[in-house]
């Protein structure tokens, strides 16, 4: 069924589809978590995207934006939505699943 449903969903892309099998090996991930704005999320990812911006500061941005909204996150989990973000593409839907990976309810 999994399977049927990632193709129904039109994932088309190795990093998409490592982010789809991360998400559904984490049960939780959404649970508390809201949908951020648009607008958030889009400067969320120009401050990410431009340049001269490393993991590590990359890292503190995604850490930042969610400690800001109330939520934890720690260092190893911000730099990996640092990362799927600039590798996953800049659509919000691929911002927002890879921040409901690093946030945890506070």
């Known amino acids: 069924m999994r399977g049927q449903l990632r193709a129904v969903i039109g994932v088309d892309t190795k990093s998409e589809v490592h982010l789809v099998k ?3 090996n984490r049960q939780d991930i ?15 990812r120009n401050e990410l995207l431009r340049s001269g911006v490393d993991s590590f500061q990359a ?13 934890g996150c720690s260092t190893h989990e911000a730099r990996n939505a640092a990362s799927k973000i600039e590798v996953c593409g800049s659509r919000a839907e691929h911002i927002q699943a890879a921040l409901e990976l690093a946030a945890r309810v506070m």
């Open 22 to 24: 991360e998400m559904n």
């Open 30 to 44: 959404a649970y508390g978590i809201e949908k951020f704005n648009t607008n958030d999320l889009t400067v969320l």
């Open 59 to 71: 890292a503190d941005i995604v850490a930042n934006f969610l400690t800001g909204r109330g939520y």
